[in-house]
């Protein structure tokens, strides 16, 4: 068995700019030093809102930096950065309502103590249900544990998911900074030793 769940407008998420093509927006794209520095999270929000975006539709650059800098006045850092699913859902929340969008936003938290944490088999259905649903999914990552191709303590979006047998690992297709990954998320669950987690825009009506 091999499955691959991939969103089926990933170009929605294409950013071209004096014909770079990025995948996905980069916090770098920020004005700011701090936002730079800490404003993963803001920047992995306004993924998820230019996926669902009906109309005034870009994919340039600049109107990309527009929406992150829309983003930033609610999913906040503080001194932390956006460092729970809390912080990112609440502030996710107060856009959505500001803006009549009609979403309701799916969350999955995976505390730091291993005895309360949702099995892999509910974070592996959690992100099927969402990509077969066609929604990126935001993922929080404190602790990278043994996989080596994802920075810790920062959001990134995985716009899908694939698995190459039955027993074997789960791996997720990610875009950060305009890149795109390929990461082990089944290493990172037995490896990580902080918090995470995973957050999801749900289509109103939706199921």
Known sequence: MHRVIVLKRLDELTVVDDGTIYHGFDQEWYSKLWQRRAGCGPTTASTLIRYNAKRNKSNSKASSIRLMEELWSFVTPGIMGVHTVAHFTRGLREYLV???????????????????????????????????????????????????????????????????????????????????????LTLWYETTTRPGGFVSLVEGGEG
């Open 98 to 184: 500001k803006k009549h969008l009609g979403f309701e936003i799916a969350a999955l938290s995976v505390p730091i103590d291993r005895a309360n944490r949702p099995s892999f088999a509910q974070v592996r259905e959690f992100l099927v249900s969402r990509l077969e649903a066609d929604q990126p999914v935001a993922f929080l990552n404190l602790n990278n544990g043994k996989v080596e191709n994802l920075d810790p303590w920062h959001w990134v979006t995985i716009v899908g998911i694939e698995q190459r047998g039955a027993d074997r690992p789960l791996f997720a297709h990610v875009y950060d900074g305009g890149r795109k990954l390929v990461i082990n």
